[in-house]
């Protein structure tokens, strides 16, 4: 990607400062902060059904000349259509995995003013802060975060990459380079599922741009009455999220209700997103999530968010488009992220304004 563009993208994210909630949540508060208390959630239905547990994808079956090659890859195109999440197994990156947890857990444990060494700018999306909270009244989410863009190696900004724990910056550069490839595999199964070559696909992208961010959900006395973060779906191709620590609190949206879903050891949770939606004609639908948060301790998640050169415009693939026209209006990918980080965390609503309705 051109770097020419990259401020573009940070000035988008603006998000108005607000207070450190792990720091809050050491406070050991009688009574939450009204801005955090969400009222929705009382009416919010969860599903106990266990079957809704989400789709397995063995990575090692989908290699080409694998006996379960087709079958890998029919469940593949099947998780993608119906779910729009699933777990990944056998990807190789255990090692890298394992080391970014740990670097991760050290660095939350650090004192509030060695973490706001790396605290975001003003108008800026990256570092140590928050994101989406865009006016004074707003509903806040019981979250903090730390966001870096990874790839291009060309629009890094070291600043806000920490530098304690000392193998912060090691970790995070292998995670970086094993998530990047798994992803650009995948795209490459999605587009042979979809019958399309990928290099009109990746054609279409033109690299995949990536941005990993941390979040931290502090315990909270009254969990239920708070959001770790908010009902959305994200804005790019393809997630992939890592759980540090065995506390659930993901969530998607399955059949209207919210279904919790618990991660298997080792694995990859992956979800696709809104250019995916688009680029598809809506045979691979962005699905609606949240996070909750535990009541007694905290929980740790790492999302590596896997999308678009910014110049690129996204649209449905011309193949398939042909049978019933195309679903969605072109929109250049820059302007689409920069509507999505200046926006309130609204479900898919943004995703509905580029829909054709006819």
Not at 126 to 137: N, P, T
Not at 335 to 356: A, P, T
Request: hydrophobic residues 40%.
């Amino acid at each position: 990607m051109d770097t020419k563009v990259i401020p573009a993208i940070k000035l988008s994210g603006l998000s108005l400062p607000v207070k450190n909630v792990q720091e809050l949540a050491s406070q050991n508060l009688e009574a939450i902060p009204h801005r955090y208390i969400r009222p929705e959630t009382e009416s919010d239905e969860v599903s106990v059904d266990e079957s809704s547990q989400l789709p397995v994808i063995d990575m090692n079956k989908l290699a080409s000349g694998s006996i379960e090659y087709q079958t890998e890859m029919a469940k593949l195109h099947q998780a993608c259509k119906e779910w729009g999440f699933f777990q990944l197994i056998n990807h190789g990156a255990t090692t890298e995995i394992e080391n970014t947890k740990a670097a991760v857990r050290d660095f939350f444990k650090l004192p509030l003013e060695e973490k706001m060494v790396y605290e975001q700018l003003p108008g800026g999306l990256e570092g140590y802060g928050h994101a989406f909270v865009l006016s004074d009244d707003q509903k806040l989410d019981w979250n903090d975060m730390l966001a870096i863009i990874a790839l291009p190696i060309s629009a890094r900004n070291m600043r806000f990459w920490p530098n304690k724990p000392e193998s912060f910056r090691s970790a995070f550069e292998q995670y970086s380079r094993v998530l990047h490839k798994i992803s650009t595999i995948l795209c490459e199964m999605m587009a042979a599922n979809l019958g399309v070559e990928f290099k009109e696909f990746s054609g279409m992208y033109k690299e995949l741009v990536q941005t990993i961010r941390v979040n931290y959900y502090p315990p909270c006395s009254q969990a239920d009455k708070v959001i770790g973060i908010s009902p959305h779906t994200d804005g790019n191709l393809l997630t992939l999220l890592v759980q540090v620590d065995e506390v659930e609190g993901l969530q998607i949206r399955k059949n209207g209700k919210w279904a919790p879903i618990k991660p298997l050891p080792g694995a990859l949770i992956v979800n696709t997103g809104d250019a995916l939606e688009i680029m598809s004609n809506g045979e691979y639908p962005t699905v609606e999530h949240r996070a909750v948060v535990n009541s007694e301790r905290e929980r740790l998640s790492i999302a590596a968010f896997h999308g678009p050169s910014a110049e690129a415009n996204i649209s449905p693939l011309p193949d398939l488009v042909k049978a019933n026209g195309a679903k969605y209006r072109t929109v250049k990918y820059e302007e689409y992220l920069k509507e999505f980080l200046s926006s309130r965390l609204s479900g898919k609503s943004q995703l509905d304004d580029v829909k054709i309705y006819n």
